[in-house]
């Protein structure tokens, strides 16, 4: 196992937002020539917007879309269709517009590519900070009407969070992301955002597409916010959707976990420094675990989030996602299956 597969480390890529504020150079070091209005880092990217390179080893400089099409047996049971994930660090010092975003179905009967399913692991955030997460109406039509009334208190879901916290935010969802808050984002290779309200700023709004594809009535509440345990040395799963599982591992000292999956996986390094296989890693760095290569030892004081999208196999009517993502604890290897009810 591992023989002549390597760790691929890649470059981010910084985008600048009216939202945006400094942390992502100040607190994580990454290069710009800007001081502020940094709104994210796109740490992991494979689309037209943002091709991430390879900082080292036998594919320096090559890009992921590169590597996509001409090395496909790095990214096992996924290989031939379009990269399935972006991740990205979100710096917002403002409050970000109120949006949605469209399933799959919709994306792909709009010509639009793949739908956007996406989840928060909160990095950063102040005391007492909620995130917009669903809305209060009842029904349908008191959705609508408190849309187009503009009537944003009474519509908005304000769920708490904390530093640690993890919120799946399904397609379908009005969700926005509030000032202060930094967060690691996994989600699907879309960029497909129905802005519905966006405060005193005049960017464009798509309430049309926007209604078509909310749900409602739809919220979250408090207790669907998965909190990190502060279990050490032992991955905590913190999802699993028909796009992709996340993980998160909290590493002190020195475990063995043997991760793989069956397409590839790919972890960010979110906090302190340590050694993945030996090889120096510290807060920031984003990486891809190809297909086949296990995760021998991992050493040091940090925390890695890991995210596997879900492999797809063939079944009669067409891809399924067909998941199996595992580690083994105690020599005895624990998987987990897709459920049931998001395996459409
Ligand atoms: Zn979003």
Same mark, same amino acid.
């Given at each position: *196992? ?63 879309? +590169? ?82 009334? +503009? ?16 919120? +799946? ?17 996994? +989600? ?70 043997? *991760? ?41 004081? *940090? ?42």
């Amino acid at each position: *196992m591992n023989t002549g597969a390597e760790l691929l480390f890649l470059k981010p890529v910084l985008k600048e937002r009216i939202w945006g504020g400094s942390r992502l150079r100040t607190e994580w070091g990454y290069e710009s020539a800007r001081e502020s209005g940094l709104g994210e880092c796109w740490a992991v990217s494979c689309n037209e917007q943002a091709d991430s390179v390879v900082a080292e080893g036998r594919y320096q400089g090559m890009t992921l879309s +590169q590597l996509w099409a001409e090395a496909p047996e790095l990214f096992g049971a996924h290989a031939g269709e379009r990269f399935p994930l972006l991740v990205k660090i979100i710096d917002a010092k403002e409050d970000l517009s109120i949006q949605v975003h469209p399933d799959d179905a919709y994306a792909k009967a709009h010509g639009l590519g793949m739908g956007k399913r996406e989840c928060w692991y909160i990095l950063d955030c102040p005391q007492d900070a909620e995130l917009i997460v669903g809305s209060r109406a009842e029904s349908r039509e008191e959705f609508e009407r408190l849309v187009r009334a +503009q009537k944003w208190d009474a519509l908005l879901n304000r769920v708490p969070v904390r530093k640690g916290d993890f919120i +799946q935010i399904e397609p379908g969802t009005l969700h926005a992301i509030t000032a202060g808050v930094e967060l690691l984002e996994v +989600q699907q290779n879309s960029d497909i955002t129905y802005r519905m309200y966006d405060y005193v700023r005049p960017r464009q709004l798509h309430l049309t597409e926007g209604l078509e594809v909310a749900r409602a009535p739809y919220r979250i509440k408090a207790e669907d916010v998965v909190h990190t345990d502060g279990r050490v040395n032992t991955p905590q799963l913190l999802v699993t959707t028909a796009d992709y599982q996340v993980w998160t591992v909290c590493v002190s000292g020195a475990l063995a976990p043997d *991760m793989a999956c069956e397409s590839f996986l790919i972890g960010s390094v979110i906090e302190g420094s340590g050694r993945i296989d030996g090889r120096p890693v510290e807060k920031g760095m984003h990486f891809i675990v190809p297909n086949r290569y296990a995760v021998r030892r991992l050493e040091g004081e *940090m925390r890695i989030n890991l995210a596997a999208p879900m492999p797809r196999r063939k079944v009669a009517g067409g891809m399924r996602p067909a998941p199996i993502i595992y580690y083994f604890q105690d020599k005895v290897r624990v998987s987990f299956e897709i459920p049931q009810s998001s395996a459409g």
